[in-house]
C-alpha cells in the first residue's frame, strides 16, 4: 500500500521555475531517505537530488545552485524546487523513498521549451 504521488510538473519557458511534490503514504516517511531521479528523452533515467532522513542534501552537478531538495515529514512530502529552468531539464521526473529506491512514484512531466 505504499505509495508516492508527484504532482507539480507541466510546460515553462527556459527561465521559469517550477515546484515540484511528492506525497508519501504507507511508510514512516521520517525514517527514509528521499530522491528525484530524472529521465529525459533518449536518457537513461539518472539522480538529480537526494535529501537524507536527516536533512543532508546533495544534488547532480547540471541541478546545482538551480534546484533545491526539502522535505516536511509533518506533511509526509518531499518538494524539488527548481529556478532557472533549462531545455535539457525537460523529462520525466519521480521521487524515490528509501537508500536503495526501493519505492517510486508515478513521474511527472516537466517540459521547458526555449
Known amino acids: 500500500q505504499v505509495q508516492l504521488v508527484e504532482s507539480g510538473g507541466g510546460l515553462v519557458q527556459a527561465g521559469g521555475s517550477l515546484r515540484l511534490s511528492c506525497v508519501a503514504s504507507?511508510?514512516?516517511?521520517?525514517?527514509?531517505?528521499l530522491g528525484w531521479f530524472r529521465q529525459a528523452p533518449g536518457k537513461q533515467r539518472d539522480v538529480v537530488a537526494g535529501?537524507?532522513?536527516?536533512?543532508?542534501?546533495s544534488y547532480a552537478d547540471s541541478v546545482k545552485v538551480r534546484f533545491t531538495i526539502s522535505r516536511d515529514n509533518a506533511k509526509a512530502t518531499v518538494y524539488l524546487q527548481m529556478n532557472n529552468l533549462k531545455p535539457e531539464d525537460t523529462g520525466v521526473y519521480y521521487c524515490?523513498?528509501?537508500?536503495?529506491?526501493?519505492?517510486w512514484g508515478q513521474g511527472t512531466q516537466v517540459t521547458v521549451s526555449s
Open positions: 524515490v523513498a528509501g537508500s536503495t529506491s526501493r519505492y
Open positions: 504507507g511508510i514512516r516517511f521520517s525514517s527514509y531517505d
Open positions: 535529501i537524507t532522513r536527516g536533512g543532508v542534501t
